[in-house]
């Protein structure tokens, strides 16, 4: 079993919430986005 993070950063809101808008459709259409359990957390409290 692995376990990863991904962190994206931007300067204001909107431009993170405009590239997720974009990545995202992109990501689910993968084939391996069936294969993994995996979640999105906008705006962390905690970081592990």
């Known amino acids: 079993m692995h376990r990863a ?3 994206l950063s931007a300067p204001n809101r909107r431009e993170l919430h405009a590239a997720l808008d974009a990545a ?5 259409a993968l084939p391996e986005a069936r294969k993994v359990r995996w979640s999105l957390d906008v705006d962390p409290m905690d970081l592990y």
């Open 5 to 7: 993070q991904l962190l």
């Open 24 to 28: 995202l459709p992109a990501v689910y």
